[in-house]
């Protein structure tokens, strides 16, 4: 019975530790207002009939704090690169001079800022969620294994350890999120 416990408990700071990763790459597709190549990692480019991340085709690099520049690898595939820009919606236009493509960053409006920082707050929200569902799972375990046997105190001290762990985690979200926002608010 305990080793199960034990292992859950293991398990489940997996799971927020993988939570956490997810919720940083996702806040780092949310731009700033500053040039960050990580903008495109979502962005796939049709490459010999198959679709690659376009830092595989090309060096993606970001040369001010507004400009991203992209270095295609084959010359023959700079259409394919600012089509694949252009479908992904990311609120820029290409610039293709025939050798790089280049991606001018505007500074964003207050208005945009806000939005950004509520999608931020959404995204924090939702790993905050599978925090907690992740933990209903635990107690519900933790539940069961007392009912089969396992003693009732030793149960409440682990449901206690469950909880300081959901709370270290929701507090690490929380320290993500300041620092997202304060990155989107800041001019």
């Known amino acids: 019975m305990y080793n199960n416990i034990d292992s859950v408990i293991r398990e489940a700071r ?6 956490i990763e997810h919720l940083q790459r996702e806040l780092s597709k949310i731009r700033t207002g500053k040039a960050n190549a990580s903008i495109l990692e979502g962005v796939l480019v049709e490459y010999y ?3 690659v991340p376009i ?20 010359r023959k595939i700079i259409a394919d690169i ?5 479908e992904a919606n990311l609120g820029v236009t290409p610039q293709n001079d025939g050798e790089v493509i280049r991606l001018s960053i505007p500074p964003l409006t207050e208005e945009r800022r806000k939005d950004l920082v509520k999608q931020a707050k959404a995204l924090a929200e939702e790993t905050r969620v599978g925090v907690r569902n992740e933990r209903h799972k635990i107690l519900d375990l933790i539940k069961k ?9 030793a149960g409440k001290r ?12 929701n507090d690490k979200v929380q320290q993500i999120l300041d620092v997202k926002e304060k990155d989107i608010m800041t001019i």
Not at 55 to 74: F, G, K, L, M, Y
Request: hydrophobic share 30%; no cysteine; aromatic share 10%.
């Open 14 to 19: 997996e799971h927020f530790d993988r939570s």
């Open 49 to 51: 009939g198959s679709p």
């Open 55 to 74: 830092n595989q085709v090309a060096n993606v690099t970001a040369t001010d704090s507004r400009t991203i520049t992209i270095q295609p690898w084959e």
């Open 82 to 86: 600012e089509r694949s820009i252009f």
């Open 145 to 153: 294994e007392v009912k089969n046997g396992y003693a009732e105190d």
């Open 158 to 169: 682990l449901e206690g350890k469950v909880q300081d762990l959901v709370n270290e985690y």
